[in-house]
């Protein structure tokens, strides 16, 4: 199973970057696929989930993320997203994507492994 986060930089606050997630290894339709980031000197946390096709692809997002973070998916091709707008330096973080058959691994972040991430830096 592999993760592979991409799409961070450098962005002014106010600004927007997305984030894409390949997934490869893994029945990518069946699995829920979460966003998590982890910031200097701080733990890693999740930041948006998007269940599964069967699950009906519900969403889900940690309050600072809402109204400004949409996560979303193209089984097609394997890829999930994660559009982030209004950014502000407190999102300044590594990114991680990672996937699970259950919702409960996603929130609790149980994972053998995990890509190297994307950095994302908001400047003020």
């Known amino acids: 199973v592999q993760l592979q986060a991409s799409g961070g930089g450098l962005v002014q606050a106010g600004g927007s970057l997305r984030l894409s997630c390949a997934g490869s290894?893994?029945?990518?339709?069946?699995?829920?696929i979460g966003w998590y980031r982890q910031a200097p000197g701080k733990q890693r946390e999740l930041v948006a989930a998007?269940?599964?096709?069967?699950?009906?692809?519900?969403?889900n997002y940690r309050d600072s993320a809402k109204g400004r973070f949409i996560i979303s998916r193209d089984n097609a091709k394997n890829t999930a997203y994660l559009q982030m707008n209004n950014l502000t330096p407190d999102d300044t973080a590594v990114y991680y994507c990672?996937?699970?058959?259950?919702?409960?691994?996603?929130?609790?972040?149980?994972?053998?492994?995990w890509g190297p991430g994307t950095l994302v830096t908001v400047s003020s």
């Open positions: 998007i269940g599964s096709v069967t699950s009906g692809g519900k969403t």
């Open positions: 290894g893994i029945t990518f339709s069946a699995s829920a």
């Open positions: 990672n996937a699970a058959n259950s919702p409960f691994t996603i929130l609790k972040a149980d994972f053998d492994s």
